[in-house]
């Protein structure tokens, strides 16, 4: 079964940075899609950003050069830095895993499990 479970949120100003964490059990770090997924209130859900198990990394258009995806597989974390924080990227983050070799789409339909989320408020 797996849990991932994200930390890390809180407030930020604009132009401030956060790191967000995800600690993921019962499943295995290879042929894993890992994501950060955000859900602005009145809208869909949306990736922000994916690695697959062989560390490629995939970006959306919304947040590319100011995030930076890591893992730290003996602490079973997944992790997402995000600097330059603006208002518009207020959102609750999840992070999502996949059971999948080869590429990452960033679609939330692609994605089988799913964190409870955590707030980030840029003002």
């Known amino acids: 079964h797996v849990q991932l479970v994200e930390s890390g949120g809180g407030s930020v100003q604009t132009g401030g940075s956060v790191e967000l964490s995800c600690v993921a059990s019962g499943h295995s770090w290879t042929n894993y899609c890992m994501g950060w997924f955000r859900q602005a209130p009145g809208k869909e859900r949306e990736g922000v950003v994916a690695?697959?198990?062989?560390?490629?990394?995939y970006y959306a258009d919304s947040m590319r050069g100011r995030l930076t995806i890591s893992t730290d597989i003996a602490k079973n974390t997944l992790y997402l830095e995000m600097n330059s924080l603006r208002p518009e990227d207020t959102a609750l983050y999840y992070c999502a895993a996949h059971p999948r070799d080869g590429d990452c789409p960033l679609r939330p339909s692609d994605f089988r499990y799913w964190g409870q989320g955590t707030q980030v408020t840029v003002s």
């Open positions: 690695i697959d198990s062989g560390g490629r990394m």
